[in-house]
Structures are given as structure tokens and as C-alpha cells.
């Protein structure tokens, strides 16, 4: 079965320093998402892109995110300067939907963020 | 977007089934319900979705209220691997975003 995948499983970085975070949603997918969890907290959406260019984002997403798809099948997530409270796992996920409502999302594994 | 409310923990015997209740009484005519369950350490998993109609699959099925306003989640025969937390949710209407609440942590007792 087709997956979402994540890549790396696990950045450490230093406060103020740029990261991206890289995933790969299944391919005939139109709609793409990322989300974070810090630890022992909810799921927290953060954006969705779709035709490339961002569709919905939530308060998290300030300046220091974006998000790009610089090619046909990577997705990414970039902070600029990273923050302390930036530390949680990042899920993408992708799903093939219309934008209507009943399409399920699929996910990746994450990307466990620790900013030191 | 419509609201959910789901018990925070529930258990369950090992090869029992178990009923996930939610509640969602501003729900509108379009909106559909959907599930999905987060095991320990991994990204949230997609369960079953459904609008008016009890929906079935491998994984589970879902029963909606006539009136829509709450609906259950069953698995017919929980294993330890079902040790999850369960979302009950209903996307925003124009974007699809699933917003995530804090769930129901389901536990299975061997």
C-alpha cells in the first residue's frame, strides 16, 4: 500500500538555525498537509497546500514557516529560526481528495524536532 | 466547524468488542464524520468516515445517529494492538483540514 514518508525521523538543531523538513505524500495525492504534536499534547494543524500554494494555515504559522513543492514529488516544511517551542514531532500527510470533505488523510510516520 | 465531544479514556478486554461514543450536536447537513486513531509513537491513521449511512471496513465500523448528532465507533474485537487514542472528527468544510481534539485513549486489558 502506498505511503506518506518522512525524512529524517529525527533533527536535532541549535536555536536560530533553519531546518527543513522533507516528506514524500502518495503520488496521485492532491492535497497536502503538515501538522505537529508536541510532546504529550494534542495533534495541531498547521497548514494545507493544494495547487501549489497554501490553502488554509493555522495562528502556528507564522513567518517563520513556509512551505514548498519544488518538485513533483517532495514537500516541504521550513522553519527560519528555530525556537525552543519548535521542539515536536512533524507529521505530513496527503490526500487525494477534491478539497471536499470526505476524503481521508494519510500520514507519515513524522519527524521528531528537537531544537537545543 | 462543528464541535466534538468524546469520554477522555475508555477500557477494554482483550477480543471484547468496543463501542467509541461521540457526540456532535452542532453537526450540519454536509459535514462528515470521520475517525482516526493514533498508536503510541506514530502519525495518526486514517479509520472509517461515513454522513448519514453505518459505514463498515476491515478495520471497524461506524454507526450514525438518525438525527446525526452523535455516533459510535465499533471494533468488533479489540486486540492490543487497538491501544490507541481515537479521534472523533468533522473537517472543515472548504479545506478538508482535520483538527484534532485530545480523543478517547483506548486501553486493552489481556
Known amino acids: 500500500e502506498p505511503e506518506v514518508t518522512q525524512t529524517p525521523s529525527h533533527q536535532v538543531t541549535q536555536m536560530g538555525q533553519e531546518v527543513i523538513l522533507r516528506c514524500v505524500p502518495i503520488s496521485n495525492h492532491l492535497y497536502f498537509y503538515w501538522y505537529r504534536q508536541i510532546l504529550g499534547q494534542k495533534v495541531e494543524f498547521l497548514v494545507s497546500?493544494?495547487?501549489?500554494?497554501?490553502?488554509?494555515k493555522s495562528e502556528i504559522f507564522d513567518d517563520q514557516f513556509s512551505v514548498e513543492r519544488p518538485d513533483g514529488s517532495n514537500f516541504t516544511l521550513k522553519i527560519r529560526s528555530t525556537k525552543l517551542e519548535d521542539s515536536a514531532m512533524y507529521f505530513c500527510?496527503?490526500?487525494?481528495?477534491?478539497?471536499?470533505?470526505?476524503?481521508?488523510?494519510?500520514f507519515g510516520n513524522g519527524t521528531r524536532l528537537t531544537v537545543t | 466547524d462543528a464541535k466534538t465531544t468524546q469520554p477522555n479514556s475508555m477500557e477494554s478486554n482483550e477480543e471484547e468488542p468496543v463501542h467509541l461514543p461521540c457526540n456532535h450536536s452542532?453537526?450540519?447537513?454536509?459535514?462528515?464524520i470521520h475517525w482516526y486513531r493514533q498508536l503510541p509513537s506514530q502519525g495518526p491513521e486514517y479509520v472509517i468516515h461515513g454522513l448519514t449511512s453505518n459505514v463498515n471496513n476491515r478495520m471497524a465500523s461506524l454507526a450514525i445517529a438518525e438525527d446525526r448528532k452523535s455516533s459510535t465507533l465499533i471494533l468488533h474485537r479489540a486486540t492490543l494492538r487497538d491501544a490507541a487514542v481515537y479521534y472523533c472528527?468533522?473537517?472543515?468544510?472548504?479545506?478538508?483540514?482535520?483538527?484534532f481534539g485530545a480523543g478517547t485513549r483506548l486501553t486493552v486489558k489481556p
Open positions: 500527510a496527503s490526500s487525494e481528495g477534491s478539497g471536499r470533505v470526505d476524503s481521508p488523510l494519510h
Open positions: 452542532t453537526i450540519s447537513g454536509t459535514d462528515y
Open positions: 472528527i468533522l473537517p472543515t468544510y472548504n479545506n478538508n483540514d482535520m483538527r
Open positions: 497546500f493544494y495547487n501549489n500554494e497554501i490553502s488554509e
